[in-house]
């Protein structure tokens, strides 16, 4: 049994998604949420800035934070980092990108599977990589869906301008066809209405934030890791690296009452508001 929370990040507010389903698997597990919303969207940044992000927040999640364990809810970052974060870190890592992989894998029938992510998951081929390494019998139709983020990070999950964006984007996986649709971002969860609307009743929505959960119920169990059933109720922490007010807010808005305040998180570097590369 072991009483330290378990550390998860995103670049905002998507690996909210995780969280949810992490409450609802594991709810005597205390959680702690950093989420970049000072450099978000991590998408179209270069890959070495997105690894770099994401091994100073594994490091403040393992050694300030006290985490047993580092999710790394967003795409972006596990494309790029996750190997380098389990070779460094000494607490069990776990990403996204295999556990939605098994989920569309597992809903689809024709064997026909999309996959929409940021521009830096799609071109990082992380998910075909994973596909041929698992041998998964699926044929992918990846597309990069730029903009989608900062919708969500806007608060706007249905308006008529997504709509039309989500028209545009999603041209090349409902041309190929596909009956499922893999949410490679965490963040689109939140855009699913809009999302279906667009591809239709028969495609099936698949995200990775239950499979993730599965995860790391799994590895709970098998290191002895878990927290001991009737502790104490589990407290979470959320930080933002932006505004915590309006991570607050917002946040509460998407995840519900168990987000209702929010704490401050250091940046070291200086990098906040380093403009994205194109
Ligand atoms: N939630 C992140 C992901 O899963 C969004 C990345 C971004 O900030 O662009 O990829």
Not at 159 to 167: F, G, N, T
Not at 228 to 235: F, I, K, N
Not at 243 to 258: I, Q, T, V
Request: glycine fraction near 10%; aromatic fraction near 6%.
């Amino acid at each position: 049994m072991d009483d330290r929370p378990i550390g998860v990040f995103d670049s905002g507010f998507g690996g909210l998604t995780i969280v949810r389903a992490l409450i609802d698997l594991l709810p005597a597990e205390r959680l702690v949420y950093v989420g970049d919303t000072a450099r978000y969207p991590y998408g179209p940044r270069r890959p070495d800035e997105v690894i770099g992000f994401s091994q100073e927040i594994a490091a403040y999640l393992v050694g300030e934070a006290d985490v047993k364990m580092v999710v790394v809810a967003c795409n972006t970052a596990a494309s790029v980092s996750l190997e380098r974060l389990r070779d460094r870190l000494d607490v069990p890592v776990v990403g996204v990108v295999e556990p939605g992989l098994r989920a569309a894998a597992a809903a689809t029938r024709s064997g026909r599977v999309g996959v929409i992510g940021t521009v830096g998951t799609i071109a990082s081929g992380a998910h075909q990589r994973a596909t041929a390494e698992r041998r998964l019998p699926v044929t992918l139709t990846c597309a990069a869906c730029p903009g989608f983020v900062e919708f969500v990070e806007r608060g706007e999950t249905d308006s008529d301008q997504v709509h039309v964006l989500a028209e545009r984007l999603l041209a090349p996986v409902r041309d190929a066809d596909v009956d499922v649709l893999l949410l490679a971002c965490t963040h689109y969860g939140y855009l699913a209405r809009t999302l279906a609307d667009v591809m239709g009743r028969e495609v099936v929505l698949v995200s990775s934030a239950e499979e993730t959960a599965f995860d790391v119920a799994a590895i709970l169990a098998a290191t002895g890791l878990g927290r001991a059933r009737g502790a104490a109720a589990p407290a979470h922490r959320f930080l933002s690296s932006g505004d915590p007010g309006w991570f607050a807010e917002m946040g509460g808005r998407l995840l519900g009452p168990e987000l209702a305040t929010a704490e401050q998180f250091p940046i070291g570097d200086g990098s906040a508001g380093a403009s994205p590369a194109r």
